[in-house]
């Protein structure tokens, strides 16, 4: 499975950015996708994540900021950014989780993907 994202970049502070992933490879079944982020010297945290039913789930600093859409027939998941603050600048990593095979589904097995990370700085 391979996440190829796209959409990282510069932007002032107030202004809007959109991520965009998307998954490939064999895959069988996809329960979430989501973003995370990582500060420098900090683990990764959770930005927003959307299951394959449509719920989402953000972390309290993006609530109200930040929209997560997903396509499941393409097998992609965006991020919209706005209102974006300098505390956003880190960098973005796409996140999967799926089934691999009817198997694991059956066992509640779920594998997580990422991609590679994409920088998003925000300056004013």
């Known amino acids: 499975v391979q996440l190829q994202a796209s959409g990282g970049g510069w932007v002032q502070t107030g202004g809007s950015l959109r991520l965009s992933c998307a998954a490939s490879g064999s895959i069988f079944r996809i329960i979430t996708m989501g973003w995370y982020r990582q500060y420098p010297g900090l683990q990764r945290e959770l930005v927003a994540v959307i299951t394959s039913f449509g719920g989402t789930n953000f972390a309290d600093s993006v609530k109200g900021r930040f929209t997560i859409s997903r396509d499941n027939a393409k097998n992609t998941v965006e991020l919209q950014m706005n209102s974006l603050k300098s505390e956003d600048t880190a960098v973005y990593y796409c996140?999967?989780?799926?089934?691999?095979?009817?198997?694991?589904?059956?066992?509640?097995?779920?594998?997580?993907?990422w991609g590679k990370g994409t920088q998003v700085t925000v300056s004013s």
């Open positions: 996140n999967v989780g799926a089934n691999e095979d009817i198997k694991s589904r059956r066992d509640g097995r779920v594998t997580t993907y």
